[in-house]
């Protein structure tokens, strides 16, 4: 199944994250179109306006790859807790993955569904540059 792989890459993923400051391990697999799987972790850096997270990270591959229509995006965090995106992620996701189907899973194999519009009520996007 491939809702069951997606999940598993983005464990792996989390294993690829380079968090040395936070121990913070993420990972995230997206998606496509076509059936292929993209991949991204969180990479830090000592001067932490530089980090990057992973959900941007497969985003950002995505995109620099040319793909532009996106199915799934599934993030893992090795705690039992769902971790959501943060507020950059997710007005990333709004801009490049509208309505994209947003699986937040647990290290209990727990899952939890959202979506961009869920994540980020009222937000602002292209059409509010319009004149």
Not at 18 to 37: C, Q, R, T
Not at 53 to 81: M, S, W
Not at 84 to 112: D, F, S, T, Y
Request: neutral net charge.
């Amino acid at each position: 199944m491939k809702e069951k792989e997606l999940i598993n890459q983005a464990i792996a993923a989390s294993k690829m994250a380079y968090a040395p400051y936070s121990k913070f391990h993420v990972g995230a697999a997206l998606l496509l179109e076509n059936g292929e799987i993209i991949q991204g972790c969180n990479v830090e850096n000592a001067s932490y306006g530089l980090c990057n997270c992973a959900e941007r990270t497969a985003l950002f591959t995505a995109i620099a790859a040319g793909h532009k229509k996106f199915i799934k995006l599934a993030v893992y965090v090795d705690r039992a807790a769902f971790t959501p995106p943060c507020g950059a992620c997710r007005q990333v996701i709004h801009e490049l993955a509208p309505g994209v189907e947003i699986l937040l899973i647990n290290n209990r194999g727990e899952i939890k569904r959202t979506s961009d519009a869920e994540l980020l009520p009222l937000s602002f996007g292209s059409a509010d540059l319009e004149a």
